[in-house]
């Protein structure tokens, strides 16, 4: 196997729980309502640095689908699975979208928030 290299990606970006391999920008993020096995999902746009697995027909929450999982590329964990084809019409939207499982990313989005916050005290405890 050869070495692996990865799109570093500038801005926002939620990020392998596993290793920090960045998949996606927050401005790719298309929903938050959906949901995994294990909890919540995350519907994007657009994911980089993962492989694909084979393509299999699941039956899911909304209907039967024709997916492939996605796995980190950096350290092979399961992350979650592109859509490929969606067997009911209504459902069309969301081929060639990704899924990411919640529980498996992390995001810059929530620690840049807790670093504004963490700022933000301690500029107002300076002015005491």
């Not at 689908?65 to 592109?82: A, P, R, S």
Request: hydrophobic share 40%; net charge negative.
């Amino acid at each position: 196997m050869g070495r692996v290299f990865f799109l570093d990606l500038e801005g926002r970006a939620y990020r392998c729980v596993f290793c920090q391999t960045p998949f996606a920008l927050a401005d790719h993020v298309l929903s938050r309502s959906f949901s995994c096995s294990r909890g919540r999902a995350y519907l994007f746009s657009k994911v980089v640095n993962v492989t694909l697995g084979t393509q299999v027909e699941r039956l899911m929450i909304s209907g039967m689908h024709t997916v492939e999982d996605i796995f980190c590329c950096c350290c092979g964990q399961i992350v979650g699975w592109k859509y490929i084809i969606a067997h009911e019409k209504s459902e069309a939207y969301k081929e060639g979208k990704f899924v990411l499982e919640r529980w498996r990313i992390v995001d810059d989005v929530e620690e840049e928030l807790n670093l504004d916050a963490n700022a933000s005290s301690s500029e107002s405890d300076e002015n005491l």
